[in-house]
T-cell receptor, first 116, second 113 residues
């Protein structure tokens, strides 16, 4: 069965610095997809970035990038030049390619606080 | 970008009562999902559907039913609401293949008393 673990429950950083959030996953499939979502203070869940397991290049979108280490089953989210509005809870999620229904399994989340 | 709406946005229900949560998407997505989120935790899948008039059980289906009357609409039904079903419920939709990123609705906060 697939499993996603985020060991950091909360992180606090100064504005304009770089932060990395960790995520490790377990899967029996050789092909899978990894996602990061942001949940804002209002509760809204926003898709940020994805990494397909067969791609060797780390995905980058705006000031979000991924550190995909397949041998370690790890997918870290890196936020550069953090802003106050980056304060939120960040969820890592995985979908196995052979997973009927395209179901996602979520980690428990990491709360990021960006201080001025 | 995906547009998923949910109604109601919040609801107070009595134990043993029937609750229906509705979800509507305007993106022509085949897949729709219902998740629940408990305070301080991640999301867990309750039911999902990949075509109208068909639903599938997710990881925690007990106590819930789902209905997909059309491609755009997906409902979650609590026939006999219980205290343990107090949570925030999120609907999501996605396409197929490379378009399979899930996009979420704003959530429905349900309080069962």
């Amino acid at each position: 069965a697939q499993k996603v673990t985020q060991t950091q429950t909360s992180i606090s950083v100064m504005e304009k610095t770089t932060v990395t959030m960790d995520c490790v996953y377990e899967t029996q499939d050789s092909s899978y997809f990894l996602f990061w979502y942001k949940q804002t203070a209002s509760g809204e869940i926003v898709f940020l970035i994805r990494q397909d397991s067969y791609k060797k290049e780390n995905a980058t979108v705006g000031h979000y990038s991924l550190n995909f280490q397949k041998p370690k089953s790890s997918i870290g989210l890196i936020i550069t030049a953090t802003q106050i509005e980056d304060s939120a809870v960040y969820f890592c999620a995985m979908r196995e390619a052979n997973n009927a229904g395209a179901k996602l399994t979520f980690g428990g989340g990491t709360r990021l606080t960006v201080r001025p | 970008e995906a547009a998923v709406t949910q109604s109601p946005r919040s609801k107070v229900a009595v134990t043993g009562g029937k609750v229906t949560l509705s979800c509507h998407q305007t993106n022509n997505h085949d897949y729709m999902y219902w998740y629940r989120q408990d305070t301080g935790h991640g999301l867990r899948l309750i039911h999902y559907s990949y075509v109208a008039d068909s639903t599938e059980k997710g990881d925690i289906p007990d106590g819930y039913k789902a209905s997909r009357p059309s491609q755009e609409n997906f409902s979650l039904i609590l026939e006999l609401a219980s205290l343990s079903q107090t949570a925030v419920y999120f609907c999501a939709s996605s396409g197929l293949g490379d378009q399979d990123t899930q996009y979420f609705g704003p959530g429905t906060r349900l309080l069962v008393l």
